[in-house]
């Protein structure tokens, strides 16, 4: 195994791991906010449940994110748009904004083939697109009638909603490993590196990694400071956004878990109380939203022309 490849599997072992630490809120976040789960017990949940995802649910997804945006180029190319995307979602989780891990890696292999005039395949990036925008507003909408129309009967039933809760977590959870892993498991497909199922594995277990060791930032900030949560809230806003995230994934497709999470807390929000909503806080992060992915393309960008002058 030469140089290249040594860097390739860190950058993807990088890029997984600020995944899990990125997304532990959006899991786990409703749980703990609900006073459901303690941090500690959240992590482990999200952990142990996202390396299943990633190894058993992950394939279809690997395949499109392996092949179906940009052209196959050389693994110090896709090394530095891993790289890249690490550190814009390390940096936003660093500052407690939660945002999408697969628009800034997309927007990475863009700078990528920017230095290096690699063909982009532009609908791949339009079915991508369509999947980041319909994931938050599918979820807010889900989330806004179920807590419209059901949390009058689910205040009544909050002892089994609280076990609700902790199921649709670890389904949650289930969906960061198989929904998210194909960032940084599909470069080692595509370079011939690790067939999808080891590449899955690989990815799972650093992504699990994440959770455990700096997960606790935005599981704080998706719990407590965006809406104030009670069981039923919580339940609704977690649900929504798991069964968003599958409905994509059958189709071979992703959206943000954060977006989704943040459209579920903002739909249930809106349906109960909107008072209880931190407004200001929404507007900081959908700000972010449209930042990340640019300075995905930018530190790409950056990365991938010192990379090409040290290979």
Known sequence: MNAQAFLLLAASALFAWSMGSHYTGA???????????????AQ???????????????????????????????????????????????ASTYF????????????????VALVGGIPVHAQGFEFVILGWAAGPVAAALLSYVLAKFGLGWAQKSQPALKWFLIGASIYSAFTLGSNDVSNAASSLVAAHLLSPRLAGLWGGLFIALGVLTWGRKLLERIGRDILKL???LAATAQFSQAATITALNIVGYNASINQTIVG??????????????????LHKIVLNWVWSPLMGTGSAVLACLLLRAIF
């Open 27 to 41: 899991v786990m976040g409703s749980a703990y906010g609900a006073g459901v789960l303690s941090a500690k017990r």
């Open 44 to 90: 482990l949940l999200g952990a142990g449940f996202a390396v299943v995802g990633s190894v058993t649910a992950s394939l279809h997804v690997i395949d499109t994110y392996a092949s179906g945006l940009v052209v196959p180029h050389s693994r110090v190319d896709i090394a530095a748009a891993q790289l890249s995307a690490a550190l814009v979602a390390t």
């Open 96 to 111: 407690k904004l939660p945002t999408s891990t697969i628009q800034i890696y997309a927007f990475s292999l863009l700078g």
């Open 230 to 232: 009670n069981v039923p």
């Open 264 to 281: 579920g807390l903002a739909g249930a929000g809106l349906a109960e109380a909107p008072d209880k909503v931190d407004w200001r806080m």
